[in-house]
């Protein structure tokens, strides 16, 4: 039995929700830990720390934003794109100091953010379509 691809694209967009959480959770409370793969040692200092604390609190509140809504049976279409224009901003982010990030960490970093991005743009305009009409 094969699965609808707007049924996979939701489950993503869900997983990659659940996954916004656990990373908002882990940067809130130990930032130096999800922001070492992106900036390296300067993960220590504490300028990084209060970003990394920032951005956690933004990943947590667009991931739980997007679940409740899946919870609710209402289209979480618009807590998607946000999502996945927040992981499309961090691409863009990391490619303006591409040279200055740690060599082999700041492909990971740019590829899990781009393939969000990517998944969360699709799962949007899937979801868009499937809402009913104004």
């Known amino acids: 039995m094969t699965t609808a691809i707007p049924v996979l694209l939701r489950r993503g967009a869900a997983a990659v929700a659940a996954g916004r959480v656990a990373l908002g959770l882990a940067a809130l409370a130990f930032p130096s830990v999800p922001s070492r793969p992106w900036v390296g040692s300067a993960a220590d200092d504490l300028a990084a720390r ?3 604390r920032a951005l956690g609190a933004r ?5 739980l934003g997007a679940l409740a809504a899946f919870r609710r049976e ?3 279409s618009t807590w998607v794109a946000a999502g996945a224009l927040s992981d499309a901003l961090d691409v863009a982010a990391s ?7 740690p060599p082999v960490t ?3 970093v740019a590829g899990s953010a781009g393939s969000a ?12 379509r499937s809402e009913p009409p104004a």
Do not use: K
């Open 95 to 101: 490619l303006a100091s591409w040279r200055e990030l």
């Open 59 to 63: 990943d947590l509140a667009l991931g």
């Open 106 to 108: 700041r492909w990971f």
């Open 74 to 76: 209402e289209s979480p």
């Open 50 to 52: 209060v970003f990394a």
């Open 117 to 128: 991005a990517v998944i969360g743009a699709t799962a949007a305009a899937s979801l868009r």
